[in-house]
Structure formats: C-alpha cells, structure tokens
C-alpha cells in the first residue's frame, strides 16, 4: 500500500481489513471485525479513515445499500451485482466482458463527452435468495 510508512495502527488495520475481504463492507462491518482486536478504536475512527481512503484512491463508495454506505478496495473498473431481499453485493465475474467493450467510446459519442470513470450497478436476487424464492413456491 503507498504512504504504509504513514498509517498509524488503526488505519493499517481498518484497511487490511477492507482490502482482505470482498463482501464491499460498511463502516459499521469494519468496526465490528476490528473492535474486538482494538478496544480503542471508535466508529467515527473508521468513518473517517475510509473517507481518507476514498480520497487516497484507495477505496471507493459501491453506494448505499440497506441505508449503509458500502465500501470497496478492489479499485479497478468492475460492475456490481446488489441482492435488493440480503443486501449481498457481488463483483461481476468477467468485469466488462460481458458488456460492449466499446462503451466507454459510446458513451463519449452520445454525450460528447469523454468519459474518466464509471459504476454500473445491477439489481435482483443473488442465487442463494433466487433458490429460496423459488422453493417456498413449491
């Protein structure tokens, strides 16, 4: 991680923790995993340290989900899939593959712009909660 020399404890901590997992946590997600390990460590403390991550470029914001801001360490461009009945966000496999590899130049066309980032989000039910749906049918 750049500027690691710089991370007090608590922010190596708070983003080890973001960056080892992939469920696209929240504050509170964080907190919890890390209070238990740093009996210090306040809610308004990892609140603040993922701004400054966002601001670093080392984090993004996936959204809100479920009234929760989520956050994501895997910075390169990729599409999102959120279950809107658990809440489970779940990074595309393939990224952009399954899209027109050329969106970005459509998007330009279109607009007359010139596109520097993106976020595509789309919304269902994961498997898991699909299955369910469709056995409490049967």
């Given at each position: ?38 009996p210090g460590l306040s809610l308004g403390t990892v609140y603040r340290n993922l701004s400054v991550f966002k601001e670093m470029g080392l984090a993004r914001s996936v959204g809100v989900v479920n009234g929760h801001e989520r ?68």
């Open positions: 991680m750049q500027n690691k020399r710089n991370f007090s404890a608590k922010r190596e901590a708070i983003y080890q923790t973001l960056a080892s997992t992939d469920v696209h946590p929240s504050a509170e997600w964080v907190y919890q995993k890390l209070k238990p390990k740093l956050f994501d360490a895997k910075m390169t461009p990729h599409p999102h899939f959120v279950c809107q009945r658990c809440y489970r966000i779940i990074d595309i496999p393939g990224g952009f593959n399954i899209l027109d590899n050329k969106i970005y130049q459509n998007v330009e066309i279109e607009c007359d712009a010139k596109v520097e980032t993106h976020s595509i989000t789309f919304y269902g039910l994961c498997g898991s909660c699909k299955r369910s749906e469709t056995d409490q049918e049967q």
